[in-house]
């Protein structure tokens, strides 16, 4: 088939005139038709497409499957030049034998775009339905005239009247039917303006609210009335009211729950550290200065811990200073801050201080008996004047800063060497909280040895656990390094043990003379121990349900803590 034999401009005419797009194809898969709408469907010239093949002109065609199958093929959908077309395409025979195919296609993409408006429109007024449908507000819309188009179901709850009542009726009707005593609509039409009135509807007091909606042309179109039942609001807040009392009284004992959660490393039975605990948990509610005073290792950073997390600033920074770690040169930059280019090595940016940095949050100046005396009367001053000046800087920055000191030192024996300012001392004296030493809280012994035992088997994946012959060397040792040496004595314990069970041998620097005061008998070691020893392995084991989960954090092997369990007729 030759392109001449196709070529009649009568032919021509009428295919240009078709709105489908045409395409024929002979046996070499060349294009001899192809009319002005199939050749702006595929942006392809028309004059340039005739004689080429159809699928340069169309990668994407199926001209040429349809021309070697023999098939017919309707209503088939694909993609030409980002457009979207319907094609019905098919075999072109002379005799028995193919010679070319045709294609007729129809441009559909408006049709597309149309119907995804279309199905666009359907789903925002389905989202409206259910959004007006789920409101607890009555809604009532009409139009321009004063007749009801909708009520939502709120509304017919709160009325008792049901839509069919209303919709399409004239809102003078309803008022002369006596449905209502007067329309919010018809004074929105009136004055063209949102109206607000109270209406007692169904024995209910009713907050009406009419809002004109307007069109492009700022004319009315629609009259929406919000109604909300007033009645039941002011129930509600008399019951929100009833419940506030009860809402603070337990959001107290929740925060009291919640500063203790953090700080299980706090472990006593002690009675006079339970009270140092109560008096922290207590004052933490206030912004006075507390200075916690105790040996090394007795626990006061964790009852400055304590503090901050129980306040009202327990979001805000916790920023701990070691007075005694900076060199006394470094302590006013560190403290306060520097400005640019203030001395000789800083940074080029400046640097904001430790006190800074704790704005709105607490600082915990540890060691505080180490400052030295010329930075004693600064730090007096930003108590008193709640402000600081960075180094080389002339603008004072106001603080919102709770602080918290503790010390080893006797600070009244420094006020006297000279060494300490009194007046400071005073300034952070208003809350003294002194911690007792490990030696004065010997009921205190077990449960730590128990949890830095616990502590350490899982960080090691050891079970290891300690002979009892140990455990009285441990009590009855005066741990001048308190806590902080217990915990340090059982990790090196832990680690340097070869056996399961920590014997005697594995001490070493703990003496073995007893050291209990001289007026509690020792008679009572056995008896507090026994104590302790039930009560922590009940404990363990009701927490835990399991005899082997519990043997491991006690620190002792299965079968001994069945037979423990049996000699305290403990039942499981």
């Known amino acids: ?63 040429l499957n349809v021309m070697e199958t023999g098939l017919v093929e309707y209503n088939q959908r694909m993609e030409i030049a980002n457009r979207v077309i319907i094609s019905n ?10 010679i070319g195919a045709v294609a007729v296609f129809q441009d559909i993409s408006d049709f597309e775009a149309l119907s995804d408006q279309l199905d666009t429109v359907k789903t925002i007024n389905k989202e409206l339905d259910a959004i007006i449908e789920s409101l607890d507000d009555g809604i009532v819309v009409s139009n321009n005239k004063g007749f009801i188009l909708r009520v939502n179901h709120a509304y017919q709850q709160m009325t008792g009247i049901s839509s069919q009542e209303y919709v399409g009726k004239h809102v003078r009707e309803l008022v002369k039917e006596g449905y209502i005593r007067r329309s919010v609509t018809e004074m929105v039409v009136e004055r063209n303006s949102k109206v607000t009135i109270l209406d007692i509807r169904n024995n209910k007091e009713l907050l009406l609210s009419g809002n004109p909606v307007y069109d492009e042309d700022g004319e009315l179109v629609r009259v929406v009335t919000a109604i909300r039942d007033v009645t039941q609001l002011n129930s509600l807040k008399e019951q929100l009211a009833e419940s506030e009392e009860t809402k603070n009284r337990y959001y107290q004992e929740l925060e009291h729950l919640r500063s203790q959660q953090p700080f299980r490393k706090i472990i006593t039975n002690n009675p006079e550290m339970r009270q140092k605990l109560d008096l922290a948990y207590h004052v933490a509610h206030v912004d006075s200065t507390v200075l916690i005073l105790g040996e090394s290792g007795v626990g006061k950073e964790l009852i400055a811990q304590l503090i901050h997390r129980a306040s009202k600033r327990s979001k805000e920074p916790f920023i ?29 940016e400046g640097k904001p201080g430790l006190f800074e940095l704790a704005q709105g949050g607490t600082l915990f100046l540890d060691e505080v008996g180490e400052i030295p005396l010329d930075l004693q009367v600064k730090i007096l001053r930003v108590l008193q004047d709640r ?131 001289s007026d509690q008998p020792i008679s009572s070691l056995k008896k507090v121990l026994e104590s302790e020893e039930k009560r922590l392995i009940l404990e363990a084991y009701q927490r835990l349900r399991s005899t082997r989960k519990a043997a491991v954090v006690l620190g002792i092997s299965q079968s001994s803590l069945v037979k423990k369990l049996s000699k305290y007729n403990i039942v499981i």
């Open 387 to 517: 402000e600081i000046t960075k180094v080389g800087g002339k603008k004072a920055i106001k603080l919102d800063v709770r602080i918290v000191a503790a010390t080893n030192r006797d600070l009244q024996v420094m006020i006297q060497e000279k060494s300490f300012r009194e007046d400071l001392f005073y300034r952070l004296n208003v809350v003294p909280i002194i911690l007792p030493p490990l030696r004065n809280r010997k009921e205190d012994i077990l449960p730590l040895v128990t949890e830095f035992l616990a502590k350490f088997n899982q960080r090691y994946g050891y079970q290891k656990w300690i002979h009892p012959d140990v455990m009285d060397r441990l009590l009855n040792y005066d741990w001048p390094g308190n806590i902080r040496e217990l915990e340090n004595t059982i990790e090196r314990l832990v680690v340097t043990s070869r056996e399961e069970c920590i014997m005697l041998e594995n001490l070493s620097g703990i003496p073995t003379g007893a050291s209990y005061p």
């Open 320 to 348: 701990k200073i070691n007075c005694g770690a900076i060199p006394a040169n470094l302590l006013e930059s560190e403290f306060f801050g520097y400005e640019p280019g203030s001395f000789s090595g800083a940074l080029k």
């Open 1 to 63: 088939m030759l392109i001449s034999e196709f070529k009649d401009n009568y032919w021509n005419e009428i295919l240009d005139s078709m709105h489908n797009g045409v395409i024929v194809i002979n046996r070499e898969g060349l294009i001899v038709v192809v009319n002005q709408a199939a050749a702006e469907m595929m942006n392809y010239p028309k004059q340039k497409a005739l004689g080429i093949r159809i699928d340069i002109a169309m990668p994407n065609t199926k001209l």
């Open 89 to 98: 395409r098919g075999p072109i025979k002379k005799g028995n034998v193919i």
